[in-house]
C-alpha cells in the first residue's frame, strides 16, 4: 500500500506522532486518546516511506497481549517484519542467543516463579513464613532487584524510599542472600536478572552490543510511565548513546510504584533528551463529556507533572451518579438493581463492570449479583470462596460445628478461629499479607452480622456454604468484577466505583503525600475505564445497623452535591481540645492531679489501679502493628501513659475514649475504632 495510507483517519495530533518518523520523541497520551493508533501509524509510515527498515525497529511493551495486538496492527498496516516485545522476551531472546558464544556451555533456565525457590531459602535461614507472607517476600526482592538494590544495600535502600518491608529488614536480607544464592548454585535466572545479564553481557562484550545494536537502531516503549530503573538500565545499554527513541506514556495513569515503577523517566524525558519532540495526545474517544469532566476534575487537583486535560469527542451521555447508602449490603444491592436496570436497556453484561480497590471487596458483590441472578466473572483474582485462606478457614470452621454447643457465642468462637490462620487485631501494611487478612475480616465481619440476628455457628457455616454454592456457577457471559490495578488497560459501557470511602480510596495505609496521589490516580484510572454510564458509590457504614461513621473519599470533595467531609490531618492544633478549667483529682484518693501523666491516667501514680493485663497487652499488640503500617514509631500512635490509661477504664463508646486526655477528634477518627472494638472483645471475653 502507498505510504501515506499510514496517515490516513488520524487527528492532527496523532498525524503528529506518525510523522516524527526519528527520535527522540515523547508522547503524552491520555486515556483514550488512541495511542496505540498513534505509535502502529508511526512505525508503518517510517517503513513504508524508506526512513527505516521493519527489521530495525524494536517496540517494547509491559504485556504479551499488548505485544501481540502491536504486531497485528502493524502486520494489517503493511509493516509486518517489526518486532514487538515485552522487555524480558527481547532480553531473554538475546540472551539465550550470545550465552554459548560469550559464556559457554548452556543458558541457565528461566523460573517462572520465586516462591519454590524462596521455599527453600527459608529453610536455609531457619525461617517458616506462611504462602501469603511468603509471596510478599518475593515482591520485595523483585523491588530490590528492579530498584538495583543489592542484598548489602537492601536496608539503605528501604530506608531511604520510606518504604515499609513485608518482614525486617534484617530478615529480607538474609533470605534475599539465600535466595540469590540457591539460584546461582542451580544456574537459574528470574526475569530480573535476564535484564540484568543482558546489560552486563553488552556492556562487558563490546561485539554482543555492537550486533545488538546494529540490529536494533530504532526504538518504540509505551506505557512509559511504569518503566522501572532496571528495565531504564536495559534500554539506555539497547541504546548505546543513540537517541532514535519514542516512548508513549500517561502520568495520570502511574499506579504501579510500589513495583519500582516510576513516572520520573517519562516527566523528565525533555530534560534527558533536549531538543525532543514532545506531543500531546488529549482528544478522548472512548467516554462522553460526562465523564471526561470528571476525570479532569478529579485529577486537576494531582501534583503530577505534565498532567494531561482530556477533551471529549464523544457525544453527550447520562451524568455521573453518585450514591450514598447506609450499609455495604445496601449498597452492592443498589448496584445490582442499578446494572439490572441497564441490562434492561439493552447493554450487555460483559460491557459492564464493578471495580474496587481491594480483593476481599468483591464477596458482596459476587453475593449481590447472584441473588439477582445475575452472572459476573472475577478479573484479576479467585472469587472469594475459593482464595485458599477462605477455603481453609471454611474447613476449620466446619469442624468446629462437631463440637460447638448450641449456647456457645458465635461471633468470638469464629474470631478465635480465623485468628489462628491470621486474622489480626490490625491489619498488614500491603501485599498479599494484607489482601489474605481482608478475606478472613471479611467472614469474621459477616459472623458479627449474623451473630447479631441470633445466629450460632452451625447457621453461620450453613450460610457459607449457602453462598459458596450461589457463587461457584459458571457464567458464559457476565459482568466484570475487578479491582483497580485489574482494570487498567480496559474499558467498559458501564463501570461503577463502589466503596469509595477514606480508608479504603485513599487505602488506610497511603499515608505519605506521594503515596495518597496514587491513590487519586487509581480513582482517575477507574473513571476513565467508563465509556458512557458511570455510578460511584460508598457505605456509611459496615453492616446494617452499624455505626455510620465513615465518610465518602476525599477526592470526591466538591463533587458529589453533598456536604463535603474533611479529611482528618496528621497534626492537630492544640486549641482543638479545650483545656480543662477545673483541676483535676485522683480517683482513688482524690488528691489534686498536677503531673501531665498523671492526669491522663486519672490517678497518682503511687496509687493502685485495676486493669485488664490481657487487654493492655492486646493494646501494645495493636500499636505496634499500626505504628509498623504507618511507619512511625510506636509512641506518635498513643503512648504507654495513654495505653496504661486506656487499659485501666476500657472504654466502650467514643465518649469514654474522648474522655481520656490526651485523646483528641483526630486520633479518635484514626484509631477509635480498632480501640474500642479491642476494649468490647475483652468485655466479651
Same mark, same amino acid.
Given at each position: ?18 510523522? @516524527? ?91 517462572? $516463579? ?85 546489560? @552486563? ?150 460491557? #459492564? ?8 471487596? $468483591? ?55 480465623? $485468628? ?26 459477616? @459472623? ?20 459458596? @454454592? ?56 477507574? #473513571? ?24 465518602? $473519599? ?105 474522655? #481520656? ?25
Amino acid at each position: 500500500m502507498p505510504h501515506d495510507d499510514a496517515l490516513s483517519g488520524l487527528d492532527p495530533e496523532q498525524t503528529a506522532v506518525a510523522e @516524527a518518523v526519528s527520535g527522540p520523541v515523547c508522547v503524552l497520551a491520555g486515556a483514550g486518546t488512541g495511542k496505540t493508533r498513534a505509535i502502529t501509524h508511526r512505525i508503518a509510515h517510517a517503513v513504508r516511506s524508506g526512513v527505516v527498515e521493519a527489521q530495525s525497529v524494536l517496540a517494547v511493551t509491559f504485556t504479551t497481549r499488548a505485544a501481540g495486538e502491536l504486531r497485528r496492527r502493524l502486520a494489517e498496516l503493511g509493516a509486518p517484519g517489526v518486532q514487538a516485545r515485552t522487555f524480558h522476551a527481547a532480553a531473554l531472546r538475546q540472551l539465550t542467543y550470545f550465552w554459548p558464544r560469550v559464556i559457554g556451555g548452556e543458558a541457565p533456565s528461566v523460573i517462572e $516463579s520465586k516462591l519454590p525457590l524462596l521455599v527453600e531459602a527459608c529453610r536455609v535461614v531457619r525461617r517458616s513464613p506462611e504462602r501469603a507472607e511468603l509471596r510478599d517476600i518475593a515482591a520485595e526482592i523483585e523491588w530490590a532487584k528492579v530498584t538495583q538494590l543489592s542484598p548489602e544495600d537492601y536496608k539503605t535502600g528501604v530506608a531511604k524510599a520510606g518504604r515499609t518491608p513485608p518482614v525486617p529488614a534484617d530478615e529480607v536480607v538474609r533470605l534475599y542472600e539465600a535466595y540469590e544464592r540457591l539460584r546461582r548454585e542451580r544456574h537459574l535466572v528470574d526475569f530480573e536478572t535476564i535484564l540484568e545479564l543482558t546489560a @552486563a553481557v553488552m556492556t562487558e562484550h563490546a561485539e554482543v552490543a555492537a550486533q545488538i545494536r546494529g540490529q536494533y537502531r530504532h526504538f518504540v516503549v509505551d506505557e512509559y510511565q511504569d518503566v522501572n530503573p532496571l528495565q531504564k538500565l536495559l534500554l539506555d545499554t539497547w541504546l548505546g548513546g543513540r537517541d532514535d527513541l519514542c516512548v508513549v506514556g500517561d502520568p495520570n495513569q502511574t499506579i504501579y510504584s510500589f513495583t519500582g515503577a516510576t513516572p520520573r523517566y517519562l516527566t523528565g524525558f525533555a530534560i534527558e533528551h533536549p531538543g525532543a519532540t514532545v506531543i500531546r495526545l488529549v482528544r478522548d474517544y472512548r467516554s462522553t463529556p460526562q465523564v471526561v469532566r470528571l476525570a479532569n476534575t478529579v485529577i486537576s487537583a494531582a501534583r503530577t507533572p505534565h498532567k494531561l486535560e482530556l477533551i471529549a469527542q464523544r457525544p453527550d451521555g447520562p451524568e455521573p451518579a453518585f450514591s450514598e447508602y447506609d450499609d455495604e449490603q445496601a449498597e452492592a444491592a443498589g448496584v445490582a438493581r442499578a446494572i439490572g436496570a441497564l441490562l434492561d436497556k439493552g447493554v450487555k453484561a460483559r460491557e #459492564i463492570a464493578v471495580l474496587f480497590r481491594i480483593n476481599a471487596q $468483591s464477596e458482596t458483590y459476587e453475593q449481590a449479583l447472584a441473588k439477582a441472578g445475575i452472572p459476573y466473572l472475577l478479573r484479576g483474582a479467585d472469587r472469594f470462596f475459593e482464595r485458599p485462606e477462605v477455603r481453609q478457614a471454611v474447613v476449620l470452621l466446619r469442624g468446629a460445628t462437631r463440637s460447638a454447643d448450641a449456647g456457645d457465642a458465635m461471633a468470638p468462637a469464629v474470631h478465635h478461629i480465623l $485468628s489462628g490462620i491470621g486474622l489480626t487485631p490490625e491489619p498488614p501494611g500491603g501485599g498479599t499479607a494484607r489482601e489474605r487478612w481482608e478475606s478472613l475480616k471479611a467472614l469474621a465481619d459477616l @459472623a458479627e452480622d449474623l451473630a447479631a440476628g441470633g445466629a450460632d455457628l452451625h447457621a453461620f457455616v450453613a450460610e457459607l456454604s449457602r453462598r459458596a @454454592a450461589e457463587q461457584h456457577a459458571p457464567p458464559v457471559e457476565g459482568v466484570t468484577l475487578a479491582s483497580l490495578h485489574a482494570a487498567k488497560g480496559l474499558e467498559w459501557d458501564a463501570v461503577f466505583l463502589v466503596g469509595l470511602t477514606d480508608g479504603t480510596l485513599p487505602i488506610i495505609y497511603a499515608e505519605t503525600p506521594d503515596q495518597l496521589e496514587e491513590e487519586r490516580r487509581l480513582l482517575y484510572v477507574g #473513571i476513565t475505564r467508563a465509556r458512557a454510564h458511570l455510578g460511584l458509590s460508598w457505605a456509611l457504614a459496615r453492616s446494617p445497623g452499624g455505626r455510620r461513621g465513615r465518610r465518602p $473519599s476525599r477526592f470526591l470533595a466538591g463533587l458529589t452535591g453533598r456536604p463535603a467531609h474533611r479529611a482528618a490531618q496528621p497534626s492537630t492544633p492544640a486549641r482543638e481540645r479545650p483545656r480543662l478549667a477545673t483541676p483535676m483529682h485522683c480517683r482513688v484518693c482524690s488528691k489534686t492531679l498536677v503531673a501531665a501523666p498523671e492526669q491522663k491516667l486519672g490517678r497518682c501514680a503511687g496509687c493502685p489501679a485495676d486493669y485488664d493485663e490481657g487487654l493492655l497487652e492486646a493494646l501494645k499488640t495493636w500499636r505496634m502493628a499500626t505504628a509498623k503500617e504507618a511507619g512511625v514509631p510506636p509512641y506518635v500512635v498513643f503512648t504507654d501513659v495513654t495505653l496504661q490509661a486506656i487499659a485501666e477504664r476500657a472504654p466502650t463508646t467514643e465518649r469514654d475514649l474522648l474522655s #481520656i486526655t490526651g485523646i483528641g477528634r483526630v486520633k479518635l477518627d484514626r484509631y477509635g475504632e480498632a480501640v474500642l472494638n479491642l476494649c468490647r472483645d475483652r468485655e466479651v471475653s
